[in-house]
């Protein structure tokens, strides 16, 4: 799965990266016709240098996204028949067998069953430590890289606005040297200085949405977690009761 991961990853990177090496090497306003030739004439306007960096930005954090996407989507279970096979195996005092089907099903919930599984042994407080324990475990894993995405979303615009002032320095420059203030090259500088900006925007709000959909799917699974450690403690309580009297 990590290298899965990686793969992806790389597969991005290198994308940006051509991406980028294109656009440094066009010296020439792109003549506009449809959305792929007017975003690159854009481009090219705002500047390869600060735009290169905008667009690096986009694409490490939608890989970050991606990864956390596919991530989560696999860290989904059905809690409720997890549950209902362990519950059923510890109705027949099949330890083992309840350990096995948890130690077979994929994601957090079913790691953090086989957890306390494992210390069904040694008390009810020693399950309850094993779960709280290793559940915040879980949480760090499906937590990760979420901070990655926030630094994107931040630096996206923060990078749009330096180019806004340089370009606004490189627009006064132009102006001292023509010695007059003309209208055409305020509006050229300005132009140029403001395309980098609202990339900047563009980018943050793309990854965004990303951002709050990871969170609204992180929150739930987070959730999921909680209900069934309080449903699998039952479970273990039920089955000292029954067969450790």
Same mark, same amino acid.
């Given at each position: 799965m990590k290298k899965?991961?990686?793969?992806?990853? +790389?597969?991005?990177? &290198?994308?940006?990266?051509?991406?980028?090496?294109?656009? $440094?090497?066009?010296?020439?306003? &792109?003549?506009?016709? %449809? +959305?792929? $030739? *007017?975003?690159?004439?854009?481009?090219?306007? %705002?500047?390869?240098?600060? +735009?290169?960096?905008?667009?690096? *930005?986009?694409? =490490? %954090?939608?890989? =970050?996204?991606?990864? !956390?996407?596919?991530?989560? @989507?696999?860290?989904?279970? @059905?809690?409720?028949?997890?549950?209902?096979?362990?519950?059923? *195996?510890?109705?027949? /005092?099949?330890?083992?067998? *309840?350990? &096995?089907?948890? !130690?077979?099903?994929? /994601?957090?919930?079913?790691?953090?069953?086989?957890?306390?599984? +494992? !210390?069904?042994?040694?008390?009810?407080?020693?399950?309850?430590?094993?779960? #709280?324990?290793?559940? /915040? #475990? $879980? %949480?760090?894993?499906?937590?990760?890289n979420m901070s990655w995405i926030t630094l994107f979303i931040a630096m996206a615009p923060s990078l749009g606005f330096l180019g806004t002032v340089v370009g606004m320095i490189m627009a006064f420059d132009k102006i001292e040297q023509v010695g007059d203030i003309s209208p055409t090259v305020v509006a050229g500088g300005m132009k140029v200085a403001l395309i980098t900006t609202v990339g900047g925007l563009i980018v943050a709000l793309i990854l965004q949405i990303f951002y709050n959909y990871l969170l609204s799917k992180l929150e739930a699974i987070l959730n999921q977690m909680e209900d069934a450690s309080i449903t699998l403690l039952d479970l273990v309580i039920k089955y000292n009761l029954k067969f450790k009297k």
């Open positions: 899965y991961f990686a793969k992806t990853f +790389m597969s991005l990177c &290198a994308l940006g990266i051509s991406s980028v090496a294109f656009a $440094q090497e066009a010296t020439e306003t &792109a003549v506009e016709g %449809g +959305m792929y $030739q *007017a975003l690159k004439t854009k481009f090219i306007e %705002g500047g390869a240098d600060f +735009m290169s960096l905008v667009a690096i *930005a986009l694409i =490490f %954090g939608l890989a =970050f996204c991606l990864e !956390r996407i596919i991530y989560l @989507n696999l860290a989904e279970t @059905n809690s409720s028949k997890l549950l209902k096979g362990i519950e059923d *195996a510890l109705d027949k /005092g099949d330890v083992e067998g *309840a350990k &096995a089907i948890a !130690r077979d099903t994929r /994601g957090p919930i079913a790691s953090i069953a086989y957890q306390g599984l +494992m !210390r069904i042994d040694q008390g009810i407080d020693v399950v309850e430590k094993s779960i #709280v324990s290793y559940g /915040g #475990v $879980q %949480g760090g894993l499906l937590e990760k």
